[in-house]
């Protein structure tokens, strides 16, 4: 069976904001942070920092990550979901219709969001040369081989292809704790 090797990185529980709700949060005019990049390129963390409200309970220090969207978007974990009292669905990045909404507050305000708290469906991003060269395509599923004592296959694995991306895995914080693994480890992808 034909297979690729592919590098790990684990998100923890982020928020992205679009620039309306940023100056609403931290003031008219202000301009996000950057603190260090991230495995896409473009794409960073921020300074800043919010508290997220929702029906049960709050959750600080959830980080922003840059640059600015064009629909602010909340990203958790199962687990951050209890907490929180919001039943999010599994979703790729930035399909937020029929999702819930939470409060989100910053040190200049505070504002309602009606919708956009997802759980990241984990995915590998690509380039189109990476597709071609592994006959995948944007919206492809592959499963992904996790070794060791508690390893296992990670099923539906979403493929993202962009001429923007660099090939890279991303996982939530349950499931990279679920499978002890860590931020750089590299897995086995199969293509069936």
């Known amino acids: ?21 940023i ?24 300074e800043e920092t919010v508290t997220i409200i929702g029906p049960k309970g709050s959750m600080p220090g959830v980080r922003v990550l840059g640059p600015a ?3 602010s978007q909340v990203e958790l974990a199962a687990t951050d979901t209890f907490k929180l009292g919001v039943k ?18 910053g040190p200049k305000g505070k504002v309602h969001l009606d919708q956009g708290v997802i759980i990241a469906a984990r995915h590998i991003h690509m380039t189109p040369e990476d597709a071609q060269k592994y006959s995948l395509k944007d919206g492809d599923h592959v499963r992904v081989v996790v070794p060791g004592v508690r390893g296992g296959i ?12 660099a090939l890279d895995m991303h996982i939530d914080t349950d499931e990279g704790n679920a499978f002890s693994l860590s931020n750089g480890m590299h897995l086995e992808v199969l293509l069936d």
């Open 154 to 165: 990670l099923e539906h694995v979403l493929i993202r292809v962009s001429p923007n991306y």
């Open 23 to 46: 100056e609403e949060l931290f003031g008219a005019g202000h301009t996000l942070t950057k603190t260090k990049d991230l495995s896409q390129p473009g794409q960073f963390a921020c």
């Open 1 to 21: 069976m034909a297979s690729f090797m592919v590098p790990v990185g684990i998100s923890n529980r982020h928020i992205h904001l679009s620039q309306e709700h």
């Open 88 to 105: 999010p669905p599994v979703r790729d990045s930035g399909k937020l219709d029929s999702t819930p909404g939470v409060d989100v507050e």
């Open 69 to 71: 969207r064009k629909a």
